[in-house]
């Protein structure tokens, strides 16, 4: 039971161009989303997060959105830099608990 | 701010042997610990929550008797694989968070790659 997923495996953008990374849950329980970055053999490095109680948080470059009745998170980058090329991966907690996305790559291309 | 670490980064073993790998937080205090295993292309699958002083709690499936995880101090916490099978084969990764922000926030150690042979 795949409680958060993410349903594009990888997403090719041009620099500067805005990256826009998709989240959907299941579970209601979640009060907390984060977005990470990873690379291979490394562990995720935190990016942003919301809480259920917002619909919106931005840090520089980074925004997340969440539409709670849809029971969907976003992360858009922009503008978007080859340095962003990663595997980006949500997670939704509930009772400090994450439960991770499958990730989705990111390639941005000079 | 908010760095932990992890050793070994890589370690290769003989099938039946014991690894242990530590897991530590740098610059703060660790309210829980957490430890999670990572299959090729594949998620992060969370094994167990532990806090300083106290038992860990094993998610549903994992062996408590076989991956052993004590959190001796609020900036460490140690994972031991008892005889390890090539099956343990994986890469291990360990988050800690601290009170102060909100604590559902978890930092995440590089990473130890365990191969069994």
């Known amino acids: 039971d795949q409680q958060v997923k993410q349903n594009s495996p990888s997403l090719s953008v041009q620099e500067g161009r805005i990256s826009i990374l998709n989240c959907d849950y299941t579970n209601s329980m979640f009060d907390y989303f984060l977005w990470y970055k990873k690379y291979p053999a490394e562990g995720p490095t935190f990016l942003i997060s919301i809480s259920s109680i917002k619909d919106k948080n931005e840090d520089g470059r980074f925004t997340v959105f969440l539409n709670k009745s849809a029971k969907h998170l976003s992360l858009h980058i922009v503008p978007s830099q080859p340095g962003d090329s990663a595997v980006y991966f949500c997670a939704a907690s509930t009772y400090g608990k994450l439960t991770f996305g499958q990730g989705t790559i990111l390639t941005v291309h000079p | 701010g908010a760095v932990v670490s992890q050793h070994p980064s890589r370690v290769i073993c003989k099938s039946g042997t014991s690894v242990k790998i530590e897991c530590r937080s740098l610059?703060?205090?660790?309210?829980?610990m957490f430890w999670y295993r990572q299959f090729p292309k594949q998620s992060l699958m969370l094994m167990a929550t532990?806090?300083?002083?106290?038992?860990?709690?094993?998610e549903q499936g994992v062996e408590k008797d076989k991956f052993l995880i004590n959190h001796a101090s609020l900036t460490l916490s140690t994972l031991t694989v008892t005889s390890a099978h090539p099956e343990d084969s994986s890469f291990y990764i360990c988050?800690?968070?601290?009170?102060?922000?909100?604590?559902?926030?978890?930092?995440f150690g590089p990473g130890t790659r365990l191969t069994v042979l």
């Open positions: 610059d703060f205090q660790a309210t829980t």
């Open positions: 532990s806090n300083e002083g106290s038992k860990a709690t094993y």
């Open positions: 988050s800690a968070s601290f009170s102060g922000v909100h604590t559902d926030t978890q930092y």
